[in-house]
Every structure is written in structure tokens, then in C-alpha cells.
């Protein structure tokens, strides 16, 4: 089945700043590509996601890129403010499955 | 349009006693899944149903059954209590294809 690596595994980062949560998946044949941000207490929700025809996407300070060669994805958050701090999942799933399968998640604070 | 509805939002077991986790959803989507979510941990896929009639295991089913009668609802039964299931419960719905997971609000379950 897939496996899905995340890292790092904690991100601390100054108001403005980037930051960049890379995930690695092993099935070449996964085609999906979601990313869910987590508050405290609450559910996670969908931010963005990427299918496997496109390389890059992005939505106001949010984007996702795709290596498929390489078998990566990472999220990019630009100019970040106190509301990112989160916990962000990446997720892949295969074409031939119904099944999400999570990265570990990253605890992203944002610093004031 | 409530999307994904989860009840109870709170609840309090005792070991060895039994309950049912409601999951209702409003999206006409086929696909329904639970998982939980210890503290501070990922998301770990107990059970997951394709339609009505159709449901099959994730990777932590052991101490939980589910049935799939109607489209929309999707119970999760846990049928003798342990310390172990305490936990955050969340349901989560998608459509066909490459179609993201919506996630409900979850449910609070505490074993003592």
C-alpha cells in the first residue's frame, strides 16, 4: 500500500515569513494529492490539493507543487500570519484506491 | 446544507460498555469513512464504505463494527469498551474520482 512521509515534523516561523512541509510518497501510481490544515479542537479541512497532471497550484498564499519523478509534494505558505499556526496532514491516494493515505502531520507555529 | 453531521459531540464510557457513533451526511456521496485521532497523533482509518451495503477494514478495526444500510448514514459501533479507544472519532465523506474527503466535527470519546 502507499506510504506517506512528512517533514518536519514541528515548523516555527516569524510573522512574514515562509514556510515550506515537504511529503514523500513510495506508489507511483498515486494521482491525488490533498493537503488539510487542523486547528486546535477542530476538524481538519481541506486547503488545497493537486492532481497528478498538473505541476503547481496555488490559491492567494498557498500553492502545492508535484514531482512526480521524484515522488514528492510540498505545501508553501508565504507571508505567514498567526491564523496558519496549525497542524498540516499531506495525503496521497492511488488511482486504483478509495483510501487516503495520511502523512504524520507538521505542528506549524507562527511567531508574532 | 450541514455537509457531515456527527453525534454525540462529548461522551463518557466505562470499560466494557458499548455504544454506537452516529455519522449523517447531506452530500449525496457514496464514499464514507472513520477514523481516529489520538493526541498530538495522525489520522488512523478504522472502516471505510464504497455504498450502501459495502464496507471493508481499515488499518485499526479490531474493537469496532460498522454497517453501511442507506447512502447516507454510517454507524460506528464500539461493542466492549477499553481504555485504549479513548479518543477523537471523526467521519469523513468524498465523492467519486479524485474528489476530496470532507471531514465532520468528530466526536470526544473517553473510556475510564
Redesign the interface.
Known sequence: GENVEQHPSTLSVQEGDSAVIKCTYSDSAS??F?WYKQELG?????II?I?SNVGEKKDQRIAVTLNKTAKHFSLHITETQPEDSAVY?CAA?AFYD???S????TTVTVRA | NAGVTQTPKFRILKIGQSMTLQCTQDMNHNYMYWYRQDPGMGLKLIYYSVGAGITDKGEVPNGYNVSRSTTEDFPLRLELAAPSQTSVYFCAVSGPSNQPQHFGDGTRLSIL
Open positions: 494521482n491525488y490533498p477542530k476538524r481538519p479541512q481541506l490539493d492532481r496532514f491516494r478509495y483510501k487516503l495520511f502523512g504524520a502531520g
